[in-house]
């Protein structure tokens, strides 16, 4: 029951955001600002851990294609494998794990310190300006650093195809488009859209809600990452069914 | 020079916990505690999550193969890509993410509760009371949930090849069959028994270190979740270069 209770506040709570987001007036600078802080904190974990996950797929993908002897083809399968899956899923649990927490731990602490309170007596919104920018922020932050993520781990691939197991680098870089097209890329770039909606409503939900001091914020950090990363790893099975689909 | 001395300060840290698990007698009761709470956080989860990578895997080897009239390669890319890599990777990322951060908050609050203090005031090693039991309850609970989370992903890979995507079920078991041996399941085991150590200490780590007030808590959960992951992510390429690579299929 309480579930069910909780899954209505968030739905009211995402449509006073949405409507807010589509009617002026809009917090330009902070949502900027968040949007500078939350690519500039992600940017190294999500390069650190897409790079080794383009090193292992190119290391387990020489096997397969060893079978073939279509070793040439292992940069399209690398960066068909990074452009529609790796790269807007783990860039995904990285802006969740690290951008997504941080904004609940803000929220959360400003609502714990009734700074939230503070703002409405105020008679200023604190959706529009503390939630809004931060949403905002995610969604525009997420397929960014998507994009990077999926150079990091082609450059992965290369790393152990070229470098370690003496590959050629010509034929590497020569096939990486064979299989792959544009809509790969924009295929990535619409899930991570979603993705960053998703991450951005839920931390937010979870930071403005939080209640019992300073182990709640800890409370609601926690459930951010793990509701989060459910959340769009199961709209990420219907998206790419409905993207990418089975080519009869 | 900042990330240097923390990184220094983390290696204090593990030998003070090193000194006082070895020095204590091993607090059984408490670590089958931890144990048994770590694992039902985060089986539900970890059950949901490793069925829906399944699910794209299978989509993802079809599309990768389909343009080659590989499809029936489906099998061995799940067992591959699957078995060897995401699903250790996985139960690694949803336990930093749910029990990980969970030890991270609670500790922080702890240390800006002064609760830690009061242990020390007690005499009782915090180092000993607090981190070994969940320490030996990670390392106890990851590598039957790397099991789980295996079979998992294998079979919502199979439902969706045959039930979505039409191929036939015999086939993709018996390349599925051909790419994996029983030997696999213990190396991915081991693999999980190394992430369940970073996890923890990680974490633990983090939390003992919080700085004081809500923002410490949050921050210090924050942390423990992306340093775990990272660290993991980096500490995988090694172990399955380690444990796979020249052994063929």
Redesign the interface.
Known sequence: MERIAALGRFTIFSARVGWRVLTPWWEVQETARHTWLIATRCLLPVTAVVFPFGMVMALQGLEIFEIFGAQRLLSSLVSVAVFRELSPVLASVLVAAQGGSAFAAELGAMRIKEELDATEIMAIDSLRTHVVPRVLATVIATPILNLIGSIAGIGGGFFTAVCLKGETAGVYWGNIWALTHSSDVFGGLFKTTVFGVLIGLIATYQGYYATGGAAGVGKAVNDTVVISVTAFVIANYFLTSALFGAIQ | MNALAEFGRFGLFVATFARASATHPPPVRRSIEEAYRIGVLSLP?LL??SA??G??LA??G???F???G?QR?VG??VA??GV??LAPMMVA??VA??AG??M???I??MR??EQIDALEVMAINPHWFLITPRFIGILLVLPPLTVISIFTLTVSSYLVSTL??GLNGAEFLAYFTDTTEPMDLVYCMIKAFFFGIIICLVSCFYGFNSKS??????????AS??VS??SC??L??LM??IL??GR??
């Not at chain 2, 007030?213 to 924050?222: I, K, L, M, R, S």
């Open positions: 989860i949901i999550i829906f990578v699910t794209n989509l993802q079809y599309n990768a389909a343009p080659l590989g390669l061995m890319f591959l890509a060897r890599e990322s949803m993410a749910k951060t969970e991270a908050s609670q922080a609050v800006i509760r979505q995507l007030g809500p923002n410490g808590v949050g921050e210090a959960t924050n979740v992306v992951a990272v992510a980096l995988n390429y399955s270069e796979f690579s063929g299929l």
